[in-house]
């Protein structure tokens, strides 16, 4: 199909739900069986690099490159497979880029990970949040830890909506992390949670201040 012909929207629909379900799968449905094919087999090498991370690193390791990649190219292919020209990697990326699904995304992963700051709170009420190599405890301790998903809730949510304010909290957060963190380190020494942590959000940061063109002051509709 022409990549300027929009395809009807049912089947813009079917394609999205089959390639979401199984990678591939929706542009397998609109014929274009190769590029399905080395989908297929792009995810199956994604998925084992996961699975041997997970047995050799842990599952914290593997958590963290299934969020980082396994979901970004699941994501990216399902919306790829309804677009007119599924085999233009190209125009899928520059559709993403374009109407900011990149950074809702991210916005989504934060809400994701307020929700499992909420259920970590919850489970283990003697958790400690190390701020500034302290470990508050009482009235500041729960303070300390409520902030972690509030935020984490605001800003996905500022993210989805592709709000400036969103930028604007993520930049505050991010300048408390990272000065946070670095405080933590001199104090700790090295710690594969501490460096990871420190270490993803200086790529996220880098990341959203050169997407941040995509923020808008008033309210936009998502697209697909």
């Known amino acids: 199909m ?3 012909v929009p395809i009807p929207g049912g089947l813009r629909r079917q394609a999205i739900a089959c390639s979401a379900l199984l990678p591939g799968l929706g542009q397998a449905i609109r014929g274009y069986r190769a590029h399905a094919a080395g989908i297929a087999i792009i995810t199956a090498g994604l998925l084992g690099c996961a699975t041997l991370l997970a047995r050799t690193s842990g599952g914290e390791a593997a958590a963290f490159f299934l969020m ?7 994501v990216i ?14 125009l ?7 109407h900011g699904h990149d950074i809702r995304y991210l ?19 003697d958790y400690a949040l190390t701020v500034f ?14 902030q972690s998903p509030t935020l984490h ?6 993210f989805l909506r592709l709000r400036r304010w969103g930028l604007m909290l993520y930049l505050a957060y991010a300048a408390f992390g990272m000065t946070n963190a670095s405080a933590n380190y001199a104090c700790f020494g090295y710690g594969r949670i501490r460096t990871v942590f420190l270490l ?3 790529a996220f940061t880098l990341y959203i201040v050169w997407r941040r063109r995509c923020f808008v002051s008033a309210p936009m509709k998502p697209a697909l």
């Open 92 to 98: 899928t990326v520059q559709a993403v880029r374009t």
């Open 68 to 74: 980082l990649l396994v979901l970004p190219w699941w």
């Open 2 to 4: 022409p990549a300027d």
């Open 200 to 202: 993803s959000l200086i």
């Open 133 to 146: 190599c302290l470990k508050p405890g009482g009235l500041w301790g729960m303070l300390a830890k409520a």
């Open 77 to 90: 292919q399902s919306y790829g497979a309804s677009l007119p020209d599924p085999l233009g990697w190209r």
């Open 153 to 158: 809730l605001l800003i996905g949510y500022g």
């Open 107 to 125: 916005g989504a992963l934060f809400l994701l990970t307020a929700v499992t700051d909420f259920y970590i709170i919850l489970a283990r009420p």
